[in-house]
T-cell receptor
Framework: TQLLEQSPQFLSIQEGENLTVYCNSS?????LQWYRQEPGEGPVLLVT?????EVKKLKRLTFQFGDARKDSSLHITAAQTGDTGLYLC??????????FGTGTRLKVLA | GAGVSQTPSNKVTEKGKYVELRCDPI?????LYWYRQSLGQGPEFLIY????????DSGLPNDRFFAVRPEGSVSTLKIQRTERGDSAVYLC?????????????FGPGTRLLVL
């Protein structure tokens, strides 16, 4: 089973700051997804990236898939308190199965 | 429309007891997944159903765990002889098609505590 390490594990920043979360593996993934999970709820899909080097933007969030499809990053510009949550990356293993990363817990302070 | 629902939302049981956790997927979704999420961790794959059949149960930790989906809709995760280490949030997700790029819609989870 492939493993996905996320860093940092915890991040506490002030509103308006920028941040980047990393998702790394030694294995190649055919696609990778990013989710956000809030307390008491299930993860919600933010984006799916498929092609090596692909960049996708979702408002203030920018997602990048590494050229070798082994890693990914999530950059948030001008963080807001509503961005608080657990961010999870998940890499596709095979045709239907996703392996989730260890998670990054983000807290944005007002 | 209705999302994925899971019942109960919380379950407290004693070591050695049997528990059933239910998942109602989004209507029409053929793919259904069960995950287990321990505190501070990402979800861990348990089992995947395509229709009524378990296409991949490689994530079930041992033979105390099994799951069914007899009519291709509702699924039940069953845990026999529960142990304290089974305490976790059990998440269910469904998607309209099988495929690594499909969107999985997660339920809110069942929080299981084994005393």
């Amino acid at each position: 089973t492939q493993l996905l390490e996320q860093s940092p594990q915890f991040l506490s920043i002030q509103e308006g700051e920028n941040l980047t979360v990393y998702c790394n593996s030694s294995s190649v993934f055919s696609s990778l997804q990013w989710y956000r999970q809030e307390p008491g709820e299930g993860p919600v899909l933010l984006v799916t990236v498929v092609t090596g080097g692909e960049v996708k933007k979702l408002k203030r969030l920018t997602f990048q898939f590494g050229d070798a499809r082994k890693d990914s990053s999530l950059h948030i510009t001008a963080a807001q308190t509503g961005d608080t949550g657990l961010y999870l990356c998940a890499g596709a293993e095979g045709t239907y199965k996703y392996i989730f990363g260890t998670g990054t817990r983000l807290k944005v302070l007002a | 429309g209705a999302g994925v629902s899971q019942t109960p939302s919380n379950k407290v049981t004693e070591k050695g007891k049997y528990v059933e956790l239910r998942c109602d997927p989004i209507s029409g979704h053929t793919a259904l997944y069960w995950y287990r999420q321990s505190l501070g961790q990402g979800p861990e794959f348990l089992i995947y159903f395509q229709g009524t059949g378990a296409a991949d149960d490689s994530g079930l930790p041992n033979d105390r765990f099994f799951a069914v989906r007899p009519e291709g809709s509702v699924s039940t995760l069953k845990i026999q002889r529960t142990e304290r280490g089974d305490s976790a949030v059990y998440l269910c997700a469904s998607s309209s098609l099988a495929g690594a790029q499909e969107t999985q819609y997660f339920g809110p989870g069942t929080r299981l505590l084994v005393l």
